[in-house]
């Protein structure tokens, strides 16, 4: 949104300049260069024009480059806090610091926890002092577990890191440490990017580079929440199944896949069947939504859903589009089974389903209300999803 305003606002301050500069000076071309000769009574009015046209491309440039260090700083706040959360639910993981303090030091606190806060503190602040994949390696030994094999947006995420740096300390020109770190690490990289050019963040990139770090993000706290708590494998579950559905929710289907491609093949374990079912559902759903039929219908192949709930019923036929047996299940679901009405209107399952002038009658019938007509046509569900 921030770029788009931007775009506006340099088209505005360009047709200015060009307006100002066709009216009142004579411009000639000569090749692909410019020539403005300006009357002396105009150069104040046109330096100011002029100004706030290179002010739009300067923002053009370095705003997009602002928004990319931002987000792989808000990638190390958050290992930040993850590595504190662990901690502090397990602190004889200290006990492999190297960290020490002196007598007098120790003396200086006022009780054990506060001791513990400070080397929980020293801890994290050495991790992050590191390259980004240090801390992966760091992460590895200290927690016994494997991170990066099979995790195929690390190189995406070696090399936006990296693009990062060059923004904070070279202006964005490429240098030798750039393209040594990105070949160590299997980055493929555009054959114009050698040493000396500049690099930007056009909208793709920077669309690609969110995904990778909330893909990366999600996937490294899961991974580490269920390694070292398992007792509390019903909230892990609990949250990744939010997520997912947000995503969902907003059409972010792929990404939603990536994360249940880890629910549904990596972890083998999950709190309850329950879980486990809706993983396989919202991955189906993820895949018919992004356009993927074919793997819609594999994934709802692997259950027999005639022996789980009605919820889960009416799931698979509503995603095979099996609209009489939807209807039967939402008829026999009634008023007072596992879906309310206002699941039948939010949920980005029922999509489909709310087209159905079969399922409008059942509606009605069964909550003695029409479905409300804005829901129906789901004018925003595009954009901006209804939420219960």
């Avoid at 009142?24 to 300006?38: E, L, P, Q, Y």
Wanted: aromatic share 10%; glycine share 4%; with cysteine.
């Amino acid at each position: 949104m921030t770029m788009l305003v931007i775009q506006e606002v340099g088209k505005k301050f360009s047709s200015e300049l060009v307006k100002f500069e066709t009216d009142n000076c004579a411009v000639t071309t000569d090749g692909d260069k410019r020539r403005v000769s300006i009357p002396l009574e105009h150069i104040r009015r046109w330096k100011k024009l002029n100004s706030r046209h290179d002010q739009s491309e300067h923002a053009r440039i370095l705003v997009p480059r602002s928004m990319m260090v931002s987000l792989v700083s808000q990638y190390d706040a958050f290992i930040g806090r993850l590595l504190r959360a662990i901690f502090l639910a397990r602190p004889e993981l200290l006990n492999a610091s190297e960290k020490s303090l002196s007598f007098s030091q120790v003396a200086s606190f006022p009780s054990i926890e506060s001791i513990r806060d400070h080397l929980i503190e020293k801890e994290i602040e050495a991790v992050l002092r590191t390259s980004h994949s240090d801390q992966i390696k760091w992460m590895e030994s200290r927690f016994d577990l494997t991170l990066t094999k099979g995790l195929a947006i690390w190189p995406r995420f070696i090399e936006l890191t990296e693009r990062r740096n060059l923004f904070v300390h070279t202006d964005g020109t490429v240098s030798s440490q750039y393209l040594s770190v990105c070949r160590q690490h299997g980055v493929t990289l555009d054959p114009e990017t050698i040493e000396g050019a500049r690099l930007g963040v056009p909208q793709k990139y920077f669309d690609l580079a969110y995904c990778c770090v909330f893909e990366l993000g999600v996937k490294l706290g899961h991974v580490l929440w269920r390694k070292l708590l398992p007792d509390e494998r019903e909230s892990a579950d609990g949250n990744l199944a939010s997520t997912t559905y947000e995503l969902i929710d907003r059409d972010d289907n792929d990404l939603a896949l990536a994360l249940l491609d880890l629910a549904c093949d990596t972890f083998k374990k999950h709190s309850s069947e329950w879980f486990q079912l809706a993983f396989t559902i919202n991955r189906a759903q993820a895949y018919k939504w992004s356009g993927k039929k074919a793997e819609c219908t594999n994934t709802l192949r692997i259950v027999d859903w005639s022996a789980k709930g009605d919820e889960f019923k009416l799931a698979e036929a509503t995603l095979r589009e099996d609209w009489p047996k939807a209807i039967e299940i939402v008829r026999r679901i009634g008023t007072s089974g596992s879906i309310s009405k206002l699941n039948y209107r939010d949920w980005p399952l029922f999509r489909e389903l709310r087209t159905q002038p079969e399922f409008l009658v059942a509606y009605q019938e069964i909550f003695a209300e029409a479905f409300p007509s804005a829901v129906m046509s789901n004018p925003l569900e595009e954009d901006a999803p209804l939420e219960t």
